[in-house]
Structures are given as C-alpha cells and as structure tokens.
C-alpha cells in the first residue's frame, strides 16, 4: 500500500534528457574542431581508396586488363563450381549408402515380420485344432480362467 503512494521521479528524465543533450553536443564540437585543423581521423577506414590518375592509359590497355580480369573471374568460378561439383558428388554418394542401409534394415524386418506371422499362425492352428478336437476340455479351461479375466 505504501508502494503505490509513492511517485515516480519526473525530474530524473529531465536531467537524463539534458545530459544526453550535452553529450551530443560535446561530440559533435570534437568533430567539427577535427574537420576545421584538418585533423579529423577515420574511425572505420575505407579499404578501396580513390586516387588521382596522373596519367590515363590507353583503350587497348584497358581492354587487356578487362580480358585479364575475366579470365581470372573464369578461373575461380570454375574452381568454386568444381569444389561444388565434388561436394554434391560426396553428398550423393552418402545419400545412396544411407538408402542402401534404409533397405537392408527394411528387408531384415520384412524377415522377422514374416517369420513371426508365421509362427503366430502355426501356434493359432494349433489352439484351433485343440479347440475342434476337445471342446469340453476347453469349455472347462476357459471356465476355471473366468476368474483371472
């Protein structure tokens, strides 16, 4: 009950807000100060830098260093597509020795299901036969079972 009576304090956000307002401040004026001298440093920097070209070369220059460019493209897609190539190959033949075991366990319990089949059948005839030959000695076994179903 006395949880409830008490009141947030709405002063902290106040203070929360005008702190987080001064840090940015504060970040923003080191930037501009590092841009102003010149100083300003790159936190992540880029890998690919522009230069000036201070001489350009030629068309059949660049048409040489395109042909290069794509042979060497060529080269490594076909080196990439040989590593997939064997990779599939792997995993096909995994597959086809995983379905050949599939069809091993398959036929031995094909066995064993047809086996036990035929054994039930062979002990049902029997209790079959027992059954049609003495029927008052059945009647009675059953009676004295009464009790245990």
């Known amino acids: 009950m006395m949880l409830a009576n008490i009141a947030p304090p709405t002063e902290i956000a106040a203070w929360l807000a005008c702190f987080a307002f001064v840090v940015m401040l504060v970040n923003q004026g080191f930037k501009a100060w590092g ?35 794509r042979e060497e493209h060529d080269k490594l897609f076909r080196k990439l597509g040989g590593v997939e190539r064997g990779a599939m190959e792997r995993g096909d033949a995994r597959a086809l020795q995983i379905n050949e075991h ?41 009676k004295q079972t009464k009790g245990l179903i």
């Open 35 to 69: 841009n102003l001298t010149g100083k300003a440093h790159n936190i992540a920097p880029n890998r690919f830098q522009v230069q000036e070209v201070k001489e350009g070369v030629t068309r059949r220059e660049f048409n040489d260093h395109v042909v290069i460019d």
């Open 102 to 142: 599939i069809e091993q366990v398959r036929r031995d319990l094909e066995t064993k299901i047809d086996q036990r089949w035929n054994q039930t059948a062979l002990e049902l005839s029997e209790v079959r036969e027992q059954v049609r030959s003495n029927p008052a000695e059945t009647i009675a076994l059953l």
